[in-house]
């Protein structure tokens, strides 16, 4: 034989003796958890239900069997334990129905007592009406829940008692019926565990497809970026590269077009990357190094010479976590473009400060700026996408002009924020 057959088998046979019980199954009165009053009155009928049936098993044992009252109780009682067991702890429930297997035969009517007293005293069965019931549902119950080893240890042990205590004439019968229930029970679990694996198997298919949909909407918005954005932003390098030798332009002017052409290079190489995550086939693509609060003073050089006035007050004494410094660098970023688009020629104060497990970074411009161009009045994303980031860190995050005309961003951000809202960015 196949050790590891063996080894099964003790497996299977010492769970069944002493091992832990099976997961519990939903218990039918938690869909009543929102009706307390129903699920009350329910629990008490049950429990009047078991006290009535282990009250009808005492009488019984008293009449027909003349057993001590003491002895009549405890045999009822192993009668009807199993039963409120059998949702939640079914390997007890069989213990305890194996039990009063053996207990419940005292002083029963045999063959001979049919001589003495009459063939109306004799059992077919050794066990009482009650019992009879519950060793069915127990064995029908046990055999859906439990896996194949220990169900051939519990219909073994399930039929000892029958044949030790079942007349002869008897036991062919009542061992058929213990293995059929055993096999049916069995295929309830086998029905069970296969809708499980189907309907586990439909939930993997919708997730599937929703995967793809996902994974097209991002290809289709991957190709409008790169046909419309990335199309213009290289006219715009290109243009701004060659004006200077078209164009009698003085040097002042020779500096503007060429950190135009610079921003405009840098935003395609931005656009590449984002494109790259769109079109990945990975939920989680692996991204490029994100910038920090260490780029800061680079991000206010390239602004101002595209000829804003930033002031830069950085007082960090060491680089946050990465989301934090990542979120921090990107409202600077935005708070700077919108300080470009919406008051050119403004004075912008950009201030980053540590402050008791958080920080702040605030954007703030002045007065007297104008718009830059025809668009810059439109209703933008930029303040929303920072008020996500902050939110997303469980900070706080305000946005609203200042008494003097100018403008104020001013973001709170924790310096542990949650690790599962850590947000991620594409470029």
Known sequence: MDRSTVRDALAGLRRTVVGPDYPARRRPLDRLRHRPRTAAVLRTAGLLVLLGLALITAQFLLDTRRLPIA???????????????????????????????????????????????????????????????????????????????????????????????????????????????????????????????????????????????????????ARELHDVVAHHMSLIAVQAETAPYRLAVPEPARAEFSAIAEAARAALTDMRRLLRVLRSESEDPRTAPQPTLAELPALVAAARRAGMTVELDSDVAAEPRGPVGLAAYRIVQEGLANAARHAAGAEVRVTVRDRPGALTVRVQNAAGGTPAGPDARGGGQGLTGMRERVLALGGSFTACPTADGGYLIDALLPADPPPSDEPKDPT
């Open 71 to 221: 002895t009549a109780w405890v045999i009822a009682l192993l009668t009807v334990a199993p039963l409120p067991l059998l949702p939640t702890r079914p390997l007890l429930a069989w213990r305890i129905m194996f039990i009063g297997q053996l207990f419940g035969t005292f002083n029963r009517r045999t063959t001979d007592d049919a001589v003495v007293l009459g063939p109306a005293t004799y059992e077919f069965w050794p066990w009482n009406p009650t019992q009879i019931l519950v060793i069915i549902v127990v064995l029908v119950t046990v055999a859906a829940r439990v896996d194949r080893a220990v169900l051939a240890w519990t219909g073994l042990f399930s039929l000892l008692p029958v044949w030790i205590f079942v007349p002869p004439g008897n036991q062919v019968g009542v061992t058929l019926l213990f293995v059929v229930l055993l096999i049916v029970g069995d295929l309830l679990r086998h029905n069970l565990l296969t809708r499980r694996a189907l309907a586990e198997q439909a939930e993997v298919s919708e997730l599937e497809k929703a995967r793809r949909a996902v994974l097209e909407e991002r290809t289709r918005i």
